[in-house]
């Protein structure tokens, strides 16, 4: 069964704004990446799941409770470290700590301890006084110090230094390992790549792709930039080759081309005919794919929007 389940939510803020039938499900022990450019929707889509806005359409469950209608019970499962953190300023950490802890009925600390050590945190402070990273990690040990089953991450490493980051990526990957059900929103590329099984782009409100991680790393299509000796081989090459040839640059000599590890020998086979300065691969990231999403106007040249390097 389904952990989080967001069935075809519609909040509709007006002027194209909001999310609009926004559909996902999330699996028991799966990380889930939620990405999109700044105001895409993904704080609107969290809150739903939290429960704090009511959906126009559609319905939000996790662990089978529609979470407009049971608020109070989802906050018992779910850790939720929301994007804009928010204080009562005149505490201390420990203040903070103690407060939460009663709201949540703990009395066994040594989780609240574990965590506070992970991530290197002094609580004595007061809350307005801590730096930004500080009150980030004081977020993160009040989301989980109850230990919960499902996380919501909302940005959860901005304002945190690298190492602080990767620290966090461990943290992710160990709640995964113990099974915990996460739905991570990022921005950042190599956290998403690090922990993510599946991951949506939303873009103007609405889930514009759902792809598995792996599906980027095991992609048997590749692309390949080719600079032939000279202008005589490129056009030889071009003037025989059997395959589609979708970025050419006769100015450079050059092109690029996709390419599946079958076809790899017919390919020498055409190329061992003319001159070839060098083959490279063109490496294809989660960034290259998400920034494909992220402006679809973005500059291209010699049709390179045509590469789409085999993910379909
Ligand atoms: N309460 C509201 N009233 C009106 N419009 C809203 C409200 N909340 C969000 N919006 C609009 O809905 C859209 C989605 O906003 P949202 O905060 O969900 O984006 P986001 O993907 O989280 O962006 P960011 O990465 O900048 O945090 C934006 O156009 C935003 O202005």
């Given at each position: 069964?389904?952990?989080?389940?967001?069935?075809?939510?519609?909040?509709?803020?007006?002027?194209?704004?909001?999310?609009?039938?926004?559909?996902?499900?999330i699996?028991?022990?799966?990380?889930?990446?939620?990405?999109?450019p700044?105001g895409?929707?993904?704080?609107?889509?969290?809150?739903?799941?939290?429960?704090f806005i009511?959906?126009?359409?559609?319905?939000?469950?996790?662990?089978g409770?529609?979470?407009?209608?049971?608020?109070?019970?989802?906050?018992?499962?779910?850790?939720?470290?929301p994007?804009?953190?928010?204080?009562p300023?005149?505490?201390?950490?420990?203040?903070?700590?103690?407060f939460?802890?009663?709201?949540?009925?703990?009395?066994?600390?040594?989780?609240?301890?574990?965590l506070k050590?992970?991530?290197?945190?002094?609580?004595?402070?007061?809350?307005?006084?801590?730096?930004?990273?500080?009150k980030?990690?004081?977020?993160?040990?009040?989301?989980?110090?109850?230990?919960?089953?499902?996380?919501?991450?909302d940005e959860?490493?901005?304002?945190?230094?690298?190492v602080?980051?990767?620290?966090?990526?461990?943290?992710?990957?160990?709640?995964k390992?113990?099974?915990?059900?996460?739905?991570?929103?990022?921005?950042?590329?190599?956290?998403?790549?690090?922990?993510?099984?599946?991951?949506?782009?939303?873009?103007?409100?609405?889930?514009?792709s759902?792809?598995?991680?792996?599906?980027?790393?095991?992609?048997?299509?590749?692309?390949?930039?080719?600079?032939f000796?000279?202008?005589?081989?490129?056009?030889k090459?071009?003037?025989?080759?059997?395959?589609?040839?979708?970025?050419?640059?006769?100015?450079?000599n050059?092109?690029?081309?996709?390419?599946?590890?079958?076809?790899?020998?017919?390919?020498?086979?055409?190329?061992?005919?003319?001159?070839?300065n060098?083959?490279?691969?063109?490496?294809?990231?989660?960034?290259?794919?998400?920034m494909?999403?992220?402006?679809?106007?973005?500059?291209?040249?010699?049709?390179?929007?045509?590469l789409?390097?085999?993910?379909?």
């Amino acid at each position: 069964m389904s952990v989080i389940e967001v069935k075809h939510v519609t909040k509709d803020y007006g002027q194209g704004r909001g999310i609009f039938d926004v559909s996902f499900e999330i699996k028991k022990g799966e990380v889930f990446g939620f990405l999109g450019p700044n105001g895409a929707g993904k704080t609107t889509t969290i809150r739903h799941l939290m429960g704090f806005i009511q959906p126009d359409e559609g319905e939000l469950y996790i662990n089978g409770k529609d979470t407009w209608k049971s608020t109070a019970l989802i906050k018992h499962d779910v850790g939720y470290l929301p994007g804009e953190l928010a204080f009562p300023d005149y505490m201390t950490g420990d203040q903070f700590i103690e407060f939460m802890a009663e709201e949540r009925h703990i009395s066994d600390m040594s989780r609240t301890e574990e965590l506070k050590k992970l991530f290197e945190l002094d609580t004595s402070e007061e809350i307005k006084e801590m730096s930004l990273g500080d009150k980030r990690k004081l977020a993160v040990v009040t989301a989980f110090m109850h230990n919960p089953n499902v996380l919501i991450l909302d940005e959860p490493t901005s304002g945190l230094d690298p190492v602080m980051q990767e620290r966090f990526i461990e943290f992710i990957l160990n709640e995964k390992a113990d099974g915990k059900t996460i739905l991570l929103s990022s921005h950042i590329f190599s956290e998403v790549d690090a922990t993510c099984d599946r991951i949506a782009i939303i873009k103007d409100g609405m889930v514009v792709s759902m792809i598995e991680a792996d599906q980027l790393k095991r992609n048997t299509h590749k692309a390949f930039k080719i600079e032939f000796s000279s202008f005589e081989d490129y056009e030889k090459f071009l003037g025989k080759t059997a395959f589609a040839i979708p970025v050419k640059r006769p100015n450079q000599n050059q092109v690029k081309m996709n390419l599946t590890d079958e076809k790899m020998q017919q390919l020498f086979t055409e190329l061992s005919e003319v001159n070839v300065n060098f083959i490279s691969e063109i490496k294809f990231t989660l960034e290259d794919y998400f920034m494909d999403f992220y402006d679809r106007k973005k500059s291209v040249s010699d049709g390179e929007e045509n590469l789409q390097y085999g993910i379909y």
